[in-house]
């Protein structure tokens, strides 16, 4: 069985996970802003050791690759290639967004009567954000959204929508009195979920290029109303 390490730095949380397999060996997170760059590698090293491994050891190491904070992407990302190159292992990248949607999906009894919708706090009204269904197959790709009463009104017709992440705080307002749009709290970002989705891509060897990786930053693109797509 693989022995994968998982990284998640895209927000305030600094969230690290070792997994044998499918199971879940250990796992460390701190939730103390700009702790990224101090405390990710004496994170990595504790939980390598309190879980009787070596670094030697590691198959892959997984990394939550945006759209997020800036900062946060590139720390986790560089100590991942760091990692990487000098194990001479490889690189896994998971969406952060898919990440958070793996959590709500497994929160609900019933995932296959819904869409998932995570949402990460960009500025103002904007989120970064897609729309996926239980299997995690995208319904709508990740884009940034600026978000108003319009946004995603045609798919609430259709079916009842989940909302998570922390993003959603600002949408919840627009959505209230829509019983088919629903909100999770308390979802965010964590290398567990990463942990678990990185599996399928170490085993279909679905591999970065660590030389030329980059994090999904999503940072470039400015839009100033949301998709028709959405509307």
């Not at 390490?5 to 927000?11: D, N, V, Y």
């Not at 292992?89 to 497994?106: D, H, K």
């Not at 998932?116 to 970064?128: N, T």
């Not at 959505?175 to 990463?194: H, M, R, T, Y």
């Amino acid at each position: 069985m693989p022995i994968l390490l998982a990284l998640e730095t895209s927000s305030t949380v600094c969230s690290v996970a070792l997994y044998n397999g499918a199971d879940l060996l250990g796992a460390s997170e701190l939730q103390i802003e700009k702790s990224h760059s101090s405390h990710i590698t004496v994170m990595i090293s504790q939980l390598i050791e309190n879980c009787g491994l070596e670094l030697k050891q590691l198959s892959a190491v997984a990394v939550s690759g945006g759209p997020g904070s800036y900062t946060g992407l590139r720390i986790g990302s560089s100590t991942a290639k760091g990692l990487c190159y000098s194990l001479d292992i490889p690189l896994l990248e998971v969406s952060t967004l898919y990440g958070l949607a793996l959590q709500a999906i497994s929160s609900l009894p019933n995932p296959q009567n819904y869409l998932f919708c995570p949402m990460i706090d960009a500025r103002r009204m904007e989120v970064y954000t897609c729309l996926l269904n239980y299997k995690l197959e995208e319904q709508w790709p990740i884009t940034p959204v600026i978000l108003d009463e319009h946004t995603f009104n045609e798919q609430l017709e259709k079916q009842p929508i989940v909302f998570f992440g922390n993003g959603t705080s600002k949408f919840r307002k627009l959505k209230e009195g829509n019983v088919n749009a629903l909100f999770i709290d308390d979802i965010q970002p964590s290398a567990k979920p990463i942990g678990q989705l990185a599996l399928t891509k170490y085993e279909q060897q679905a591999f970065e290029d660590i030389a030329y990786y980059e994090p999904f930053y999503l940072k470039d693109v400015y839009i100033t109303s949301a998709s028709k797509n959405i509307i």
